[in-house]
């Protein structure tokens, strides 16, 4: 299992300088994007028959195969575009790239609580634009190059391996069958890190939390506090836990007195959706396999980045992207 080449390690290290406000002093001007209204959005989102269809349709970015599609920049933006950037010829393979597993979510019933419009969406929210964001601000906060078109991934892909940053992204109506469990499995046993980002309340995580049992039996969750190093290995976050919760932008209550520690951030998300949580599953030498930020969409800071100037300021520049930067180092490197 490949980490960040030991090239790139060394001058990551010379990024922890940085300021945040003067290098995302405003959103990144698109190459390319729709403008607003210019897409019709498609009134309904997830699978679109059961768990043996290949189609889904996406937040925005119309229908994708799952079983075909294998970058991020192959599929259209949904927000304002994203960018575009090269690497030097000779060094394609000495980058950090973002990987995205594709898994199949339940399909939705009555006797099923779905929070989020009424589906049980899965793999492809925030896509592709969290991706390419997140992977264009890596290279621009720090010496790191990034992979400019990210990767898709089917966990039964013997690629897989290739990749030892995997993110999943509403994993709580996931359903693993039992050769994407012994892939996962042996591909988080061999050094790959399994990420975990927007998906809320409860019940998705206890939906989530029951596939890994069978993916990892016998490993337990332990909680992440304000004092590991991942909050401070590049840009040194403060506490409190909570105050680093993100909105999805289109719940997010604006009229909120940041004052005021009782007012909801947002909409109602489910049960016990209001408490943002890390946690982490380590291996036998302690290092993080798994890791699962919960009740909070860091991605959506990532994604929405040129949609709305608060949301920027707020979110994106002051957590989303310092969050983001010091995740992909501290586990590359750890």
């Known amino acids: 299992m490949r980490r ?4 790139v390690r060394r001058l990551a290290l010379a990024v922890g300088g940085i300021v945040v406000a003067a290098a995302l002093a405003q959103p990144v001007r698109r190459e390319s994007g729709p403008p607003d209204g210019a897409r019709s959005r498609p009134p309904r989102w997830g699978n679109e028959s059961d768990l043996g269809s290949s189609w889904v349709r996406t937040e925005g970015s119309g229908m994708v195969d799952e079983n075909a599609v294998r970058t991020a920049r192959e599929v259209d933006s949904h927000s304002t575009g994203t960018p575009n950037w090269s690497n030097p010829r000779g060094f394609e393979k000495d980058v950090f790239t973002f990987a995205r597993a594709v898994f199949k979510a339940s399909p939705t019933t009555a006797l099923q609580p779905v929070f989020h419009r009424g589906r049980s969406i899965g793999w492809w929210v925030d896509f592709p634009d969290a991706d390419l964001n997140l992977s264009y601000r890596l290279q621009q906060l720090t010496s790191i190059r990034a992979d400019p078109d990210g990767r898709v991934l089917r966990l039964t ?37 399994m990420v975990i980002i927007d998906f809320w309340n409860s019940i998705e995580w ?5 596939q890994m049992r069978e993916v990892l039996p016998g490993r337990a969750w332990t909680e992440l506090t304000m004092d590991h190093p991942i909050f401070h ?7 409190p836990l909570q105050s680093l919760q993100v909105p999805t932008m289109q719940f997010w209550n604006r009229a909120r007195n940041p004052n005021d520690p009782t007012a909801p951030l947002q909409i109602d998300r489910g049960p016990e959706s209001e408490k943002m949580s890390v946690k982490a599953i380590h291996d036998d030498r302690g290092h993080i396999m798994v890791i699962a930020f919960h009740n909070s969409d860091i991605s959506d800071g990532w994604e929405r980045e040129g949609e709305n100037a608060d949301y920027f300021a ?8 310092p969050l983001g930067v010091n995740l992909i180092f501290y586990l590359m490197t750890h």
Do not use: I, Q, W
Not at 206 to 210: E, S, T
Not at 233 to 239: E, Q
């Open 206 to 210: 206890n939906g989530f939390a029951g």
């Open 233 to 239: 290995c590049v840009y040194d976050l403060k506490g």
């Open 4 to 7: 960040l080449p030991s090239t």
């Open 314 to 321: 707020v979110f994106s520049e002051k957590v989303s992207y």
């Open 157 to 193: 892909e013997p690629e897989l391996h290739d990749y030892p940053f995997l993110y999943f992204t509403h994993p709580g109506y996931m359903r693993l069958n039992e050769a994407e469990r012994a892939a996962l499995r042996k591909y988080l046993l061999a050094g790959g890190v």
